[in-house]
């Protein structure tokens, strides 16, 4: 709403009567002027003593979160229904809304920071995490533009370059050289993003080539992302080629290398191969450095996901995970899932970023500006679908200095020996055995006698709130997914998981010779 200038109504109203737009203008706007009533917006201090409350509120919530079921006890619709059909017409207390926190949203939470998430994988979050997200909130800072807050882009440059000393990964991906990297909200952007400057690269950007022309390579184990960001494309669900998996449920390397042979003879264009660094599933690693050199033979863009497992890449002994990665197009891994930095953080990498920024690239006169037009900075506007952008880099600026490399590294090196504990236990035991390979922090398993009882485990074990699983299936058997990663996760957890796994299967096989 428009404030009267110097808070005189009656002068706003004359300047919209003299300028012609008295019938534009609402007349209770016309004759009130202003805009929120004065002492409605928060003041410094009252934001002082409500931040301390929240702050002291989270503190809490982190503190006592493993004593809440992880899985929402609720039904559907029932948060709803304890809330108000209609907005409140008049301003409430901040306590009172504090308050409705804990009595409807908490119960109605899925709790993904307590240590017994062992779901999809980890999201998980950190103190100085959340206060660089509260700074950036703060600071309300939109970094479309190296112009409109230079430290936002520049901090985000050099917290990438940091991520790739890191992860040790190849220089090519460096922003002082041809490409350069940039924080997406989630590696499914980062996906669509390295599709549209495949596309801008094999097309030429000059749309000779049909849509269903083009074709895009991945495994049925790649991430769902990979098909729907052919859906935006334009390109279609039918332009993904699924590639045959190994008996690890990785791709194959030669049935990659005659899928694209038979769409070249028959007239198709490759436009992008996805390899997976740590599936979804099972988190199987595709074999990179053979599916470089077979993409680059056929002049596909190469693009490697590995969004969880590539914060691996942190431990020297783990880097086999990016063999192969000197020869990837594009490439990215996410803070927010296992490196303590919360959602959303994205890293995203490209080793040539000009066919990225000429896809994305739209310039209107409004975002005109000497800066831009000089070519000495980098405008992230161009590296990603929306135009606006939040200054992400605060966070993973405040996790990489409170952690340190060491602390990073030790925060991995935990969670694998866990899993391959874990893995072990599962190994030695007379009803349980591996369903994958447990390269990581993902242990995939499922009880010996078939997918009904290992499907009656996993649903009893999140009915009781004490831990949270989530399921895939394997060359057709019903598997349990263990993901080990959580912020506060220790052995003690894991092995209490351990025991409601063998004690639940054990009910249940009661139950049925009964």
Known sequence: MVAAPGGQGDNFAAAVRLRGFRRSVPAAIVKRGAGVPPGQHMTAEEFRRHGRDVVDWIADYLERVDDLPVLAQVEPGEVRAQLPVHPPEDAEPFDEI????????????THWQSPSFFAYFPANTSGPSILGELL???LGVQGMLWATSPAC????TLVLDWMIELLALPDRFRSDGAGGGVLQDSASSATLCALLAARERVTGGSGDLPAAQLVVYATAEAHSSVEKAARIAGLGSAAVHLIPVDDNHAMRPEALDAA????????????LVVATVGTTGSNAVDPVAAIAEITARHGAWLHVDAAMSGIAALCEELRWLHDGLDRADSYCVNPHKWMLTNFDCDCFYVADREPLVRALSVLPEYLRNVASDSGAVLDYRDWQVPLGRRFRALKLWFVIRHYGGSGLRRHVRDHVALAQELADWVR???DWELAAPAPLNLVCLRHRDGDGVTQQVLERLNASGAAYLTHTRLQGRYVLRVAIGGATTRREHVQRLWHLLRDTADAVSAESDR
């Open 260 to 271: 694209l042979a038979e769409d070249v003879g028959a007239g198709r264009t490759p436009c």
């Open 428 to 430: 030695a035991d007379r």
């Open 98 to 109: 504090l308050a409705d926190v804990d009595r409807v949203i908490v119960p109605g939470l």
């Open 136 to 138: 950036s909130a703060g």
């Open 153 to 156: 882009t520049e901090l985000e």
